[in-house]
C-alpha cells in the first residue's frame, strides 16, 4: 500500500508540471475511448435504422402473420365451453404464440368463422345454388366499437348485460353495409339460414338482422388479412357474412350443427417501432418453435415475418464489413498514435527516469508508477469517451439516417459492449505507456549520459532487419486475403454467411507495413535532403534535417 501510495504522489506530480504533454496523452486516451466506443454505437444505431425501415416499408402480409385451424364444433348440451375443442384450441394458440410475441405486438384479433349458409325467406334470397346469396356466422374480437361504426340499429346483445343468449328466439346478427346492398336487406328483417351443402331443407336457423354497420377505415392494416370476410361477390354471389357474438356463434351453430366444421383465425400485428435489433434473434427462434411445435391439428401458420428478418440480417452482414474496416483501421492508428505521443513523453523525462535509477528505483517500481499515471489519465476518459461516442453517433446518424414519420425516433444507448471495448481502449492507451515507460526505464544515469554524447542509434528493428521480415509476412497474409476475393464465409453448420474477422486485418496490415516503409525510408530521405541543401539552404534547416534524419522520434 505504501509503495502504491508513493506512486500516486509521483504520478499525480508529474501529471500537473507536465500537464501540456498529459493533456496530450490524456486526449489521445478519451480518443482510444471514444473511438473504440463509438464503434459498437454506431454499429447498434445502425442496426436499429435498418431493422426500422426494413419493418416501415414492409407490406402488412410481410410484418404481421396468422395461424388457422379447422375444427368440428361441439354441441353445447353435452361439452362444456371450458371443454371444447375452440377453447382448448384459443388456450394452445395463447400459450405458444400470444404469450411468448407479446411483447412485440400492438394488437391481435381472433376470428371465427362456421361453415356457409344459404339464405331463404325473401325473393331476392331463393335463387339457383350457383348464384344464390350466401354467407357464414362470423365473430371477431376488437370489431365494435373499436374499429366499426353502426349505420342502424344496435350490435348483436349489446343490451343484454351478460344476461344468457334467448335460443327460442332469433339469433341476432349485424351485416356490412355493402352486404345489406346485395342482399337488400335492412335492420329488423328477419331470413332463415341453412348449409350451402345441401340445398334441400336441413335444419334452419332463424335471423334477425340487428344492425348495420361500416368499417372506420377499410385501408387499416387491421384488416389486412380479413377483407374477404366482409359483403363481396365472387362470381357475381353474393357473400355476405353474419356477425355476432362468440356465444352466439358457438351456441346456434353447436346445437344446430354440432360436428360441423368452423374456422378459427388468429391475427397478430407486429408492433414495428417498439421491436429492436436485440430481439430480431429470440424473435426468429419463436418463430421456429410456433411453425414446428404448435400442437393443434389441422392448423397452418402464414409468417412472411422469418423471411423478411433474414433479409435484413443479411443486409446487416453486408453493411458490418465497411464498419469493421474502419474499426480496425481505427484501432491501428490508436495504437501507432499512443506509441508515438507515449514515446515522446517519456523520452521527454529520460533525465528525470534516470536520476530515479540512480537513486535506487527498480524498473518495475518505474513501471508501477506509470501505470498508476495511466489510470489516473484513463477514470477521467472513460466518463468523457462514451458520453463523447453517444454525440458522434447521433451526429453520424442524422447526417445518413433518416427516420420516417411513422417508425420514430431511431434511439441512441450506449451498451455494455460499447463501454466494455471503450475500457478496452482505456486499457490499451494505459498498456502502451506501462511498456513504454519500462522499456525506456532500462537506462541508468550512466547509460543516459553515453547516449546524450551519441548520435542516436538505429531501432532494433532496422538493426536486425526484421522490418524487412515483417513485411514479407504481411505481402504473404495480404495475398492470401486478395486471393479469397471476400470477407464473408458460409458456415458448414447453418450454411449462412459470416464475417470472417480474421481476413478484416488485412487494413490493419496494410497500415503497419506502410509504417514499416516510412520507418525505414523517412531517416534515409531526410537525410539525402539535408545534403541536398547543404550549399544552398540555410544552416538552421540543414541542421535541423540532419537532426530529423538521426532521431525521427524527437523531432
Same mark, same amino acid.
Given at each position: 500500500?505504501?509503495?502504491?501510495?508513493?506512486?500516486?504522489?509521483?504520478?499525480?506530480?508529474?501529471?500537473?508540471?507536465?500537464?501540456?504533454?498529459?493533456?496530450?496523452?490524456?486526449?489521445?486516451?478519451?480518443?482510444?475511448?471514444?473511438?473504440?466506443?463509438?464503434?459498437?454505437?454506431?454499429?447498434?444505431?445502425?442496426?436499429?435504422?435498418?431493422?426500422?425501415?426494413?419493418?416501415?416499408?414492409?407490406?402488412?402480409?410481410?410484418?404481421?402473420?396468422?395461424?388457422?385451424?379447422?375444427?368440428?364444433?361441439?354441441?353445447?348440451?353435452?361439452?362444456?365451453?371450458?371443454?371444447?375443442?375452440?377453447?382448448?384450441?384459443?388456450?394452445?394458440?395463447?400459450?405458444?404464440?400470444?404469450?411468448?410475441?407479446?411483447?412485440?405486438?400492438?394488437?391481435?384479433?381472433?376470428?371465427?368463422?362456421?361453415?356457409?349458409?344459404?339464405?331463404?325467406?325473401? +325473393?331476392?334470397?331463393?335463387?339457383?345454388?350457383?348464384?344464390?346469396?350466401?354467407?357464414?356466422?362470423?365473430?371477431?374480437? $376488437?370489431?365494435?366499437?373499436?374499429?366499426?361504426?353502426?349505420?342502424? $340499429?344496435?350490435?348483436?346483445?349489446?343490451?343484454?348485460?351478460?344476461?344468457?343468449?334467448?335460443?327460442?328466439?332469433?339469433?341476432?346478427?349485424?351485416?356490412?353495409?355493402?352486404?345489406?346492398?346485395?342482399?337488400?336487406?335492412?335492420?329488423?328483417?328477419?331470413?332463415?339460414?341453412?348449409?350451402?351443402?345441401?340445398?334441400?331443407?336441413?335444419?334452419?336457423?332463424?335471423?334477425?338482422?340487428?344492425?348495420?354497420?361500416?368499417?372506420?377505415?377499410?385501408?387499416?392494416?387491421?384488416?389486412?388479412?380479413?377483407?374477404?370476410?366482409?359483403?363481396?361477390?365472387?362470381?357475381?354471389?353474393?357473400?355476405?357474412?353474419?356477425?355476432?357474438?362468440?356465444?352466439?356463434?358457438?351456441?346456434?351453430?353447436?346445437?344446430?350443427?354440432?360436428?360441423?366444421?368452423?374456422?378459427?383465425?388468429?391475427?397478430?400485428?407486429?408492433?414495428?417501432?417498439?421491436?429492436?435489433?436485440?430481439?430480431?434473434?429470440?424473435?426468429?427462434?419463436?418463430?421456429?418453435?410456433?411453425?414446428?411445435?404448435?400442437?393443434?391439428?389441422?392448423?397452418?401458420?402464414?409468417?412472411?415475418?422469418?423471411?423478411?428478418?433474414?433479409?435484413?440480417?443479411?443486409?446487416?452482414?453486408? #453493411?458490418?464489413?465497411?464498419?469493421?474496416?474502419?474499426?480496425?483501421?481505427?484501432?491501428?492508428?490508436?495504437?501507432?498514435?499512443?506509441?508515438?505521443?507515449?514515446?515522446?513523453?517519456?523520452?521527454?523525462?529520460?533525465?528525470?527516469?534516470?536520476?530515479?535509477?540512480?537513486?535506487?528505483?527498480?524498473?518495475?517500481?518505474?513501471?508501477?508508477?506509470?501505470?498508476?499515471?495511466?489510470?489516473?489519465?484513463?477514470?477521467?476518459?472513460?466518463?468523457?469517451?462514451?458520453?463523447?461516442?453517444?454525440?458522434?453517433?447521433?451526429?453520424?446518424?442524422?447526417?445518413?439516417?433518416?427516420?420516417?414519420?411513422?417508425? $420514430?425516433?431511431?434511439?441512441?444507448?450506449?451498451?455494455?459492449?460499447?463501454?466494455?471495448?471503450?475500457?478496452?481502449? #482505456?486499457?490499451?492507451?494505459?498498456?502502451?505507456?506501462?511498456?513504454?515507460?519500462?522499456?525506456?526505464?532500462?537506462?541508468?544515469?550512466?547509460?543516459?549520459?553515453?547516449?546524450?554524447?551519441?548520435? +542516436?542509434?538505429? +531501432?532494433?528493428?532496422?538493426?536486425?532487419?526484421?522490418?524487412?521480415?515483417?513485411?514479407?509476412?504481411?505481402?504473404?497474409?495480404?495475398?492470401?486475403?486478395?486471393?479469397?476475393?471476400?470477407?464473408?464465409?458460409?458456415?458448414?453448420?447453418?450454411?449462412?454467411?459470416?464475417?470472417?474477422?480474421?481476413?478484416?486485418?488485412?487494413?490493419?496490415?496494410?497500415?503497419?507495413?506502410?509504417?514499416?516503409?516510412?520507418?525505414?525510408?523517412?531517416?534515409?530521405?531526410?537525410?539525402?535532403?539535408?545534403?541536398?541543401?547543404?550549399?544552398?539552404?540555410?544552416?538552421?534547416?540543414?541542421?535541423?534535417?540532419?537532426?530529423?534524419?538521426?532521431?525521427?522520434?524527437?523531432?
Amino acid at each position: 500500500m505504501s509503495l502504491l501510495r508513493l506512486a500516486y504522489v509521483i504520478a499525480l506530480r508529474r501529471i500537473i508540471s507536465y500537464w501540456r504533454l498529459e493533456m496530450v496523452l490524456f486526449m489521445g486516451t478519451v480518443l482510444a475511448v471514444a473511438l473504440m466506443s463509438s464503434g459498437v454505437v454506431f454499429t447498434d444505431l445502425m442496426e436499429e435504422a435498418a431493422l426500422r425501415r426494413v419493418l416501415v416499408q414492409a407490406t402488412p402480409e410481410q410484418a404481421n402473420f396468422s395461424v388457422r385451424t379447422y375444427n368440428g364444433l361441439d354441441d353445447p348440451s353435452l361439452v362444456t365451453k371450458q371443454a371444447s375443442i375452440y377453447k382448448k384450441g384459443t388456450d394452445v394458440v395463447d400459450q405458444y404464440v400470444g404469450v411468448p410475441f407479446q411483447p412485440y405486438l400492438q394488437d391481435q384479433t381472433l376470428l371465427l368463422q362456421t361453415i356457409s349458409f344459404f339464405f331463404k325467406g325473401h +325473393p331476392q334470397l331463393e335463387l339457383n345454388d350457383n348464384v344464390r346469396p350466401r354467407g357464414m356466422l362470423s365473430y371477431m374480437s $376488437g370489431l365494435f366499437p373499436e374499429r366499426v361504426d353502426l349505420v342502424e $340499429g344496435r350490435w348483436p346483445y349489446s343490451s343484454a348485460n351478460g344476461a344468457p343468449i334467448p335460443l327460442d328466439q332469433p339469433l341476432e346478427v349485424a351485416i356490412d353495409t355493402t352486404g345489406a346492398e346485395l342482399i337488400h336487406l335492412g335492420t329488423g328483417d328477419e331470413l332463415e339460414i341453412f348449409p350451402a351443402t345441401i340445398s334441400t331443407s336441413q335444419t334452419s336457423t332463424r335471423v334477425k338482422i340487428v344492425g348495420i354497420f361500416q368499417r372506420m377505415d377499410p385501408d387499416d392494416e387491421f384488416w389486412y388479412g380479413v377483407r374477404r370476410s366482409f359483403g363481396h361477390t365472387e362470381d357475381q354471389v353474393a357473400i355476405v357474412p353474419l356477425f355476432t357474438t362468440e356465444d352466439a356463434v358457438l351456441e346456434y351453430a353447436g346445437r344446430n350443427y354440432p360436428g360441423s366444421y368452423a374456422e378459427v383465425q388468429w391475427f397478430f400485428f407486429l408492433n414495428r417501432s417498439e421491436i429492436r435489433a436485440r430481439d430480431v434473434e429470440h424473435i426468429q427462434d419463436t418463430i421456429q418453435q410456433v411453425k414446428k411445435n404448435l400442437p393443434l391439428e389441422n392448423t397452418s401458420t402464414t409468417i412472411g415475418l422469418d423471411d423478411l428478418l433474414k433479409g435484413y440480417q443479411e443486409q446487416i452482414l453486408l #453493411a458490418r464489413i465497411p464498419l469493421y474496416l474502419m474499426i480496425s483501421l481505427t484501432t491501428g492508428i490508436l495504437i501507432y498514435y499512443l506509441a508515438l505521443v507515449s514515446g515522446l513523453v517519456i523520452k521527454s523525462r529520460s533525465t528525470e527516469t534516470s536520476l530515479l535509477k540512480s537513486r535506487g528505483i527498480t524498473t518495475p517500481q518505474i513501471g508501477l508508477v506509470a501505470f498508476v499515471e495511466g489510470l489516473l489519465l484513463a477514470v477521467p476518459a472513460l466518463i468523457l469517451g462514451p458520453l463523447l461516442a453517444l454525440a458522434i453517433s447521433t451526429a453520424l446518424g442524422r447526417v445518413f439516417m433518416e427516420a420516417s414519420a411513422d417508425s $420514430g425516433p431511431i434511439p441512441v444507448s450506449m451498451s455494455f459492449q460499447a463501454f466494455l471495448l471503450g475500457t478496452g481502449g #482505456a486499457v490499451l492507451a494505459v498498456a502502451v505507456l506501462t511498456i513504454s515507460s519500462l522499456i525506456a526505464s532500462r537506462k541508468g544515469l550512466v547509460e543516459f549520459r553515453q547516449s546524450g554524447a551519441r548520435p +542516436p542509434q538505429a +531501432p532494433f528493428i532496422h538493426r536486425s532487419y526484421l522490418d524487412i521480415l515483417a513485411l514479407v509476412l504481411i505481402g504473404l497474409i495480404w495475398w492470401q486475403i486478395q486471393s479469397r476475393g471476400s470477407f464473408l464465409v458460409r458456415s458448414l453448420g447453418t450454411g449462412e454467411l459470416e464475417v470472417d474477422i480474421s481476413l478484416l486485418m488485412g487494413p490493419v496490415l496494410g497500415l503497419l507495413a506502410l509504417g514499416l516503409l516510412v520507418m525505414r525510408f523517412f531517416p534515409l530521405v531526410m537525410a539525402l535532403a539535408a545534403r541536398t541543401l547543404e550549399p544552398l539552404g540555410p544552416v538552421w534547416l540543414v541542421q535541423g534535417l540532419r537532426r530529423v534524419s538521426r532521431d525521427p522520434i524527437m523531432a
